[in-house]
């Protein structure tokens, strides 16, 4: 395609960037703390992990506790949201706004992926401040 020179209608999701997802068993999520989708593609708290993915920040408390995966759904937000900032090596400053963030537990995102490169890629930072590293999800 080439590039348009008009305004166009694009199509996009809701507003609060919210989607359902399926919980893997037997996990607790708190409200407001950083989800991951694991290996097999169910929500799961944020931690370092291999094989991990970024879904966003659950919008509720969850617990699948005695639950098979995917019998309970919650909402996973993708709006941007200010976590805490990783220490030494990943500590993250107004300087690294554009770049990319790393998940280091379900309330903290870093500059690197790790020793390992274990750490899920988390979003972008948009900017720091007085309450965190703000976090764009999608981009």
């Not at 993708?78 to 990319?100: K, M």
Request: proline share 3%; hydrophobic share 40%; aromatic share 8%.
């Amino acid at each position: 395609m080439s590039q348009i020179t008009q305004d166009r209608d694009t199509r996009s999701a809701d507003s609060n960037l919210s989607f359902d997802q399926p919980v893997a068993a037997n996990q607790i999520l708190f409200a407001g703390t950083l989800a991951e989708f694991n290996a097999s593609g169910y929500i799961v708290p944020a931690t370092a992990a291999a094989g991990h993915r970024c879904a966003g920040w659950s919008a509720y408390h969850v617990d699948s506790t005695g639950m098979a995966d995917g019998q309970y759904i919650t909402a996973i937000n993708r709006q941007p949201a200010a976590f805490a900032s990783g220490a030494g090596a990943d500590a993250i400053t107004q300087a690294d706004a554009g770049l990319a963030c790393y998940v280091i537990d379900n309330q903290t995102v870093g500059k690197t992926d790790g020793a390992a490169h274990d750490r899920p890629r988390a979003g972008k930072i948009l900017r720091v401040d007085v309450d965190g590293v703000w976090v764009d999800f999608i981009g």
